[in-house]
């Protein structure tokens, strides 16, 4: 009996299976010189495109970074047009590859940043860009003092070889709505990317929550987090079954797995979740 779900694929070549894309999810600890960001950003992106990756995917506020939330991030905010962007642009066009990284945004409030993915493309041009929705106002902090929220409106999407991706940011996954309206949007593929503060049980809720959202939506998703001292780590790529693909522990490093939309057809034909369900998401 031929069984599509009987058995994971084969470990591909550096280049990857010829109808699957290559997703890297670079793990690292930003600190508060982009300079110093962005090169360690370009070495895991060249690491990346070696071991087949066309998407990279980077954490949140990988621009810049401290461990305490204060003026110092909005002091470093810039405009999409503005150094950090520009040079997450030129990488992208100089390995021919979809690159998306967190950065600070800068807003028309003086205490204030917006925290914001933003996606390039292989030519470097600005294809999607994503506001947090829901800040950090847990365990002891509070995102809010600091950061504008971002506005709620429809999914914002981009095309990667025939596949849609949506984005979301690190807290956002604690809000199955977010991702399940990204589907709704038609993602393949959700990105996270992350700064997932360590504590009590933290590593065990980011596993948990990522591996509910792939599961529950048969969707793919890859989160890329800060390297530990501050975030967790374990940055990894989930397929639509559940399966870690792959993980990176408590390093600097870059890990690549193959998204395939032929997975996607054989998991959603065996559970078709999406269509059995009785409630559409609605906007609070």
Not at 120 to 136: F, I, M, N, Q, S
Not at 139 to 150: L, M
Not at 194 to 211: D, I, N, S
């Amino acid at each position: 009996m031929n069984d599509p779900l009987a058995t994971r694929d084969p470990s591909p070549t550096a280049g990857g299976p010829a109808a699957a894309l290559g997703v890297g999810v670079a793990q690292f600890a930003p600190g508060p010189d982009p300079a110093v960001n962005l090169a360690v950003m370009r070495s895991l992106a060249e690491t990346a495109v070696s071991r087949g990756a066309r998407l990279i995917v980077f954490p949140e506020y990988s621009a810049f970074f401290e461990s305490v939330l204060g003026p110092s991030f909005v002091a470093a905010a810039e405009p999409l047009d503005g150094p950090f962007v520009s040079a997450l642009a030129a990488l992208a066009a100089d390995l021919g590859v979809h690159v998306v990284a967190g950065m600070l945004e800068a807003t028309d409030d003086p205490n204030r940043f917006s925290n914001t993915l933003v996606a390039l493309d292989p030519a470097g041009e600005l294809v999607a860009t994503y506001r947090k929705l829901h800040l950090y106002d847990a365990f002891g902090d509070r995102e809010s003092d600091w950061v504008r929220a971002g506005a709620v409106e429809e999914p914002e999407t981009f095309n990667v070889r025939g596949l849609r991706v949506g984005l979301q940011t690190c807290y956002d996954i604690r809000f199955p709505e977010v991702t399940r309206r990204l589907v709704d949007a038609g993602a393949d593929l959700v990105l996270v990317p992350a700064e997932w503060v360590r504590g009590p049980l933290k590593e065990q809720h980011w596993r948990t929550l990522l591996t509910a959202r792939a599961l529950e939506n048969t969707v793919y998703l890859a989160a890329a987090d800060h390297a530990p001292p501050v975030g967790v780590g374990n940055s990894m790529v989930v397929d639509p079954m559940g399966v870690e693909l792959v993980t990176i522990g408590e390093t600097t490093d870059v890990a690549v797995a193959w998204v395939s939309p032929e997975r996607l057809t054989a998991v959603r034909a065996r559970n078709p979740a999406l269509e059995l369900r009785r409630f559409a998401v609605v906007p609070r």
